[in-house]
């Protein structure tokens, strides 16, 4: 019995955690491509996705 109510809150406990990975992803897109709308709407240069993902990988070279 022990082991069923564990495995049922981890199940709850990983359920839950992967809806607020869920939730913050499909926030931070949201949020990113209003933003970027916002700033070229603005006039403000906007960097293209192929650039950003340059410096990403740079960074990484970097950090690694």
Known sequence: ??????MR???RFLTQLG??????????LI???FAISLMHYM?????SAHDL???L???AEILG
């Open 19 to 28: 809806a607020a990975v869920l939730k913050a992803v499909v926030t931070s």
């Open 43 to 47: 006039g403000v240069p906007v960097p």
């Open 53 to 55: 993902l340059g410096g």
């Open 57 to 59: 990988t740079r960074l």
């Open 31 to 33: 949020l990113g491509v």
């Open 9 to 11: 809150a981890v199940s």
């Open 1 to 6: 019995m022990r082991i069923r109510r564990l």
